[in-house]
């Protein structure tokens, strides 16, 4: 048996890269890199449509179009909001075109029969811009910017949960668990998840990483335990194979 106090388990490689691996870290990785994923995809999505609109209004055909519609109801002579979907109708080329969305960056009322210029690609009419002026792109990224301050957050518990593994393998006891029940989880698809009992009076049931050969309940494995770290067993022979 370890002695807690005076004999800690040195930190090696092994240890340090299987910590990561753990329930109780991957969660918080995993999420981490979830909203750095999501992040990355509204910034790219951002860009492009801010892209899209700065060469349009650098080389699109201007029209002028006019609103006939907002929300979907024909406008008679009630004002609406700026950011209202509105449907608007304009002529290229003798050929009359039908457009609806919202007219990004204004700020005045939208008035029924207004007339308001757009630049639309001469190739493709249908995709066009109302605005009048480059769109800030700091502005169009505040969406993918604001969810990015969990990142350090998520990163933070990701490291607290480390230590806290760390800790059971260099202070934690060895000792026996017996296999109740054996299960999978979408965090560790390739290995198992076994709910282990201690031998003797606790009868807490423990969630532990498999990543060995596989196994069912009824069999026992040898564990890591540390009494001062509540809920944490580990699989002793991801971390001791090679002692």
Not at 20 to 35: C, H, K, P, Q
Not at 39 to 56: H, S
Not at 58 to 82: D, F, H, K, W, Y
Not at 106 to 118: A, D, H, K, N, S
Request: charged share 20%; glycine share 8%.
């Amino acid at each position: 048996m370890n002695d807690e106090s005076n004999n800690p388990r040195a930190l090696d490689r092994l240890a340090s890269r299987r910590a990561w691996g753990e329930l109780s870290v991957r969660r918080w990785w995993l999420a981490a890199a979830a909203v750095l994923a999501v992040c990355l995809y509204i910034a790219l999505t951002q860009w492009t449509q801010w892209r899209q609109e700065v060469d349009l209004l650098r080389s699109g055909t201007p029209v002028s179009a006019t609103v006939l519609e907002g929300n979907n109801r024909r406008l008679t002579s009630q004002r609406i909001e700026p950011t209202t979907p509105v449907k608007m109708q304009f002529t290229l080329d003798a050929k009359t075109f039908l457009v609806e969305g919202v007219l990004a960056g204004r700020e005045q009322f939208i008035t029924p029969q207004e007339q308001v210029t757009l630049h639309v690609r001469a190739d493709n009419p249908n995709v066009w811009t109302g605005r009048q002026s480059d769109p800030a792109l700091a502005g169009m990224l505040t969406g993918a910017l604001l969810p990015l301050g969990l990142f350090p957050l998520l990163l933070g518990a990701a490291w607290l949960a480390r230590r806290r593994v760390l800790g059971v393998y260099q202070l934690g006891q060895k000792r026996q668990a017996v296999i109740v029940r054996v299960s999978r989880s979408p965090l560790a698809p390739r290995s198992q998840v076994l709910g282990l009992r201690l031998q003797g009076t606790d009868n807490r049931l423990y969630p532990v990483l498999w990543r060995g050969p596989m196994r069912a309940a009824g069999q026992t494995i040898d564990v890591l335990h540390k009494p001062q770290t509540p809920g944490l067993l580990l699989a002793a022979g991801d971390y001791l194979s090679d002692k």
